[in-house]
């Protein structure tokens, strides 16, 4: 079955320090992979997204991301931690459906909080 | 959030009630979603239309229905609300031109089933 884990339901880490959210996935194919980010009793905004080329994705508020297709990951990453990026954070893929369609697919979700 | 709205943002009804959630986009997208967030689950998706005359079915489509009334609209309605319909339900939209059908979301409808 096609899935995508976020193995880690909370992540802290000190204000200035870098941090990393981990993605793992399954799916057939070549995925195109996303990050988004919610914040308190707002809907998810997209962060970044992987299509193809460069390994390394750069996204919104000095996010980025690295492909890993060997190991299947999409781990999400950030040089210098904020008080304000403390928010929950999605992993998603879109991947080939049995209609012959594509459909989405959200991880679980992982808490950020950083530390002031 | 804002080219995305929904309403209403919070609703609490009882088992039994017919429920409608509206959705209204100012992005022209002709792709909408409608998804459940329940903790720990993530988002699943419930119901998607690729243009006003198409409508489908996502992985947890029982007990709900949709309607699209025009490009910009894509309601999802509760015909008869049980409590393990209480989530967060958002809505979202896509461009058709963008391969990725990057996904952009309303600020979502708190829904409580008593």
């Known amino acids: 079955a096609q899935s995508v884990a976020q193995p880690e339901d909370q992540v802290n880490v000190a204000e200035g320090n870098p941090l990393t959210v981990k993605c793992t996935y399954s799916v057939s194919g070549n995925p195109y992979l996303f990050w988004y980010v919610q914040y308190p009793n707002r809907g998810l905004q997209f962060l970044l997204k992987y299509i193809t080329g460069d390994n390394l994705v750069k996204g919104s508020y000095g996010f980025e991301a690295e492909f890993n297709k060997s190991q299947t990951s999409f781990h999400l990453k950030k040089p210098s931690a904020l008080v304000s990026d403390s928010a929950l954070y999605f992993c998603a893929v879109r991947a080939p459906d049995t209609s012959g369609t594509y459909k989405y697919i959200f991880g679980t979700g992982t808490r950020l909080k950083v530390l002031a | 959030d804002a080219d995305v709205t929904q309403t209403p943002r919070n609703r609490i009804t009882k088992t039994g009630k017919r429920i409608m959630l509206e959705c209204s986009q100012t992005k022209g997208h002709d792709r909408m979603y409608w998804y459940r967030q329940d903790p720990g689950l993530g988002l699943r998706l419930i119901y998607y239309?690729?243009?006003?005359?198409?409508?489908n079915k996502g992985e947890i489509s029982d007990g709900y229905s949709v309607s699209r009334q025009a490009q910009a609209k894509f309601s999802l309605s509760l015909e008869s609300a049980i409590p393990n319909q209480t989530a967060l339900y958002f809505c979202?939209?896509?461009?058709?031109?963008?391969?990725?059908?990057?996904?952009?979301f309303g600020p979502g409808t708190r829904l409580t089933v008593l």
């Open positions: 979202a939209t896509s461009d058709l031109d963008d391969r990725a059908d990057t996904q952009y």
């Open positions: 239309s690729f243009d006003v005359k198409d409508i």
